[in-house]
């Protein structure tokens, strides 16, 4: 049995696979990670697969189409997310209309919220596999194969003429240790020099070693839609295992971006992998996404095993704000992360959101205090994106502070993020102009230029990464308003 898995056509460079989706100004772009891994599963299991990642090769529907006729697939899966939802529908319409025999399902983090009302947008479509859907997808796939009833896939919810059936959720993959390598499936149908993340050296190599997050935040899209809110690991002997893999195997990749909700939650695991990292001698930088908390201790180890730079959501300036988010950390704990990163020698990318509950023009200007406080590396500031299925979502849709409910609306025409909430003292225009005065106010200070300068100077690795950064970034740094609501 052949299968197509897809990550449709829509906007060149559109990174569909990331947290907030869009054409970035930065020029990152994400692998299909969580589609990848899946594909690992169905071939493991003896299924024939393809995957395409379309806005990555700048693919057109039309290509798509000529290369499925040639594996004449029986099930196809496309990627999916909220701003592209309309389109993704189409295409998986499409597909339907020309593969009659196949069976044609959605996944990712907008239908896993909206199953019923996204399968109603077009009834083309046969089925969405919820949350994460690396087994809901093989087993699907050993039914279809097999003419057993999908009654009994868990995880799916399909059409039967004109009701939609929705199967029990399916547990989630306790030994991620049996999933195959993500970066074999990257070896085999991807291009690694497409995808770009300004917080990594390029080109790098994305995988994780965990999933769900343990943290209870009320914008994070992942642990509420996908992956869960419990914490489960890789053993630290499997992720060095891949690291081995890839270093071997993409010889001309300077970095792995570890792709994890929160790597470092678990500190004596940290330690045991950089252990391990040291011990097999790993020559490669890498990348995590962190969470403020982490020790002086703990950086230092990980720095000594190849970590470069970690990417971390300080989000606010505000107390207030950070506990209305439920974000679980104190302003006090952010600079003392700050100081001992310095002192470890790692480089922090650092996040800030503006219009979250309760945000006013006096709580935004504590936030890019705070940034200029503590000086990361690097910072994004960005108004609030809220997706299906979130706490924040919820809650700004019940005050009515979401301003459409087209979900096409959360890009504007090019592709570039757009506000589509205010908060209750705050407009929309007022949110993306603190972020525009706010990432100007940042990035051209004196000092800031002169660190980046020096940087360039003393660390040849970086300019590669800087100036791949910079191509798209600056002409937006040094925009005004007519950016209308792009996100920052």
């Keep these: ?134 087994y809901t ?144 001698e790993i020559k490669i930088s890498w990348t995590a996404n962190a969470r403020v908390g982490l020790d002086y201790e703990t950086m230092r180890i990980i720095k000594e095993a190849g970590c470069r730079s970690l990417c971390v959501g300080f989000e606010s300036g505000s107390q207030m704000i950070l506990d209305n988010m439920k974000k679980k950390i104190k302003l006090e704990q952010m600079e003392q992360f700050m100081v001992d990163a310095r002192k470890a020698g790692i480089l922090i990318h650092g996040c800030f959101m503006a219009g979250l509950p309760g945000e006013t023009m006096a709580t935004l200007k504590e936030t890019l205090d705070l940034a200029k406080r503590l000086n990361p590396d690097t910072v994004q500031f960005y108004p609030v994106m809220v997706y299906p299925g979130t706490e924040a979502y919820n809650w700004y849709k019940e005050k009515n502070l979401i301003l459409s409910d087209d979900f096409s609306k959360w890009l504007t025409p090019k592709g570039l993020h757009n506000t589509v909430i205010r908060t209750e003292d705050l407009s929309s225009e007022e949110l993306v102009k603190f972020c525009d005065d706010a990432r100007r106010a940042f990035y051209l200070r004196p000092r800031y230029l002169f660190y980046k300068a020096k940087q360039i100077v003393t660390n040849p690795k970086e300019i590669r990464r800087n100036l791949k950064s910079a191509k798209t970034f600056i002409k937006y740094l040094l925009r005004g308003s007519d950016i209308a609501r792009d996100n920052c």
């Design 1 to 134: 049995m052949k299968i197509l898995l897809l990550n449709p056509p829509y906007l060149k460079k559109f990174s569909r696979p990331q947290r907030s989706p869009a054409v970035t100004k930065s020029g990152t772009l994400y692998f299909p990670m969580w589609l990848a891994y899946a594909a690992g599963v169905l071939e493991k299991e003896g299924f024939e697969v393809d995957l395409i990642d379309a806005p990555a090769d700048d693919y057109t529907l039309d290509y798509v189409l000529e290369r499925a006729k040639k594996l004449n697939p029986a099930m196809i899966v496309l990627d999916t997310s909220t701003p592209s939802i309309y389109n993704d529908v189409e295409v998986a319409g499409t597909l339907k209309d020309i593969f009659h025999g196949s069976f044609v399902v959605l996944v990712g983090t907008h239908v896993s919220a909206l199953p019923e009302e996204t399968m109603n947008i077009d009834k083309r479509v046969d089925a969405v596999a919820r949350h994460e859907y690396d």
């Design 137 to 280: 997808l093989r087993d699907l796939a050993l039914a279809l194969k097999s003419g057993s009833a999908i009654k009994d896939v868990t995880g799916i919810s399909y059409r039967d003429r004109d009701t939609i059936i929705h199967n029990p959720q399916s547990p989630f993959i306790e030994d991620l240790d049996k999933i195959p390598f993500v970066s074999s499936v990257y070896k085999k149908f991807l291009n690694i020099k497409n995808y770009f993340n300004p917080n990594a050296l390029y080109p790098m190599v994305t995988i994780t070693t965990s999933r769900g997050c343990p943290f209870p935040c009320t914008f994070c899209v992942y642990p509420q839609t996908l992956m869960g809110r419990g914490f489960r690991l890789r053993s630290v002997e499997n992720v060095a295992d891949e690291m081995e893999y890839i270093v071997k195997n993409f010889p001309h990749a300077k970095a792995i971006f570890f792709e994890d909700d929160t790597m470092t939650v678990n500190k004596k695991r940290c330690y045991e992998l950089a252990e391990l990292i040291k011990k097999r």
